[in-house]
């Protein structure tokens, strides 16, 4: 028999955030939204660091199991 205990902590909403008083996030909450968008409708390996096109690279690969991990 396998147990799995999963918590979490401090969750917020997406539209709670930190202030800043010296930084504009504006343009990087944008492009964030714009990843989150392309990634819905064309998969989780629709973008990717550079790294994970090397040969020692196995993102693309985790990005097809559930959870990380095959089933």
Do not use: C, W
């Amino acid at each position: 028999m396998r147990v799995i205990h999963v918590s979490l902590e401090n969750l917020m909403d997406e539209e709670s955030l930190q202030l800043s008083l010296f930084e504009d996030r504006t343009k990087e909450r944008a492009l964030a939204k714009a990843m989150d968008a392309i990634r819905d409708k064309f998969g989780p390996n629709a973008l990717l660091r550079a790294v994970s096109y090397t040969p020692g690279s196995v993102a693309r690969i985790r990005n097809g199991y559930i959870g990380g991990h095959q089933s």
